[in-house]
Nanobody
């Protein structure tokens, strides 16, 4: 059974930084594309960033380009999201997601139907 556990969320002032982590177990983590999604109160869950199984390519939603960076460390079964220059509208629960298929590129996980497993989420709150 796949288990994805996020950590690193918290309260930060606008302009600050946070680094989220997602540790996977019960899966061949290194063989799957991974992604971060987020969900703000009263809004639908939305794609943030993704990375291919071998880190060869990454994909970002426009609103985080140049501010966020996704990376992974397959030896540690861990996915990261470095978030810089945070804004109040980045406030949301951030979810780690694993592709349902092996060996995918980053772009496939922009489509939510491709997600096979979700983490429980970590809250990020950015104050103005």
């Amino acid at each position: 059974q796949v288990q994805l556990v996020e950590s690193g969320g918290g309260l930060v002032q606008a302009g600050g930084s946070l680094r989220l982590s997602c540790t996977a177990s019960g899966t061949s983590f290194k063989h799957y594309a991974m992604a971060w999604y987020r969900q703000a109160p009263g809004k639908e869950r939305e794609f943030v960033a993704s990375i291919s199984w071998n880190s060869a390519d990454t994909y970002y939603e426009d609103f985080v380009k140049g501010r966020f960076a996704i990376s992974r460390e397959n030896a540690k079964n861990t996915l990261y999201l470095q978030m810089n220059d945070l804004r109040p509208d980045d406030t949301a629960v951030y979810y780690c997601a694993q592709d349902r298929n092996l060996g995918g590129g980053a772009e496939v996980l922009t489509a939510m139907f491709r997600v096979g497993s979700w983490g429980q989420g970590t809250q990020v709150t950015v104050s103005s």
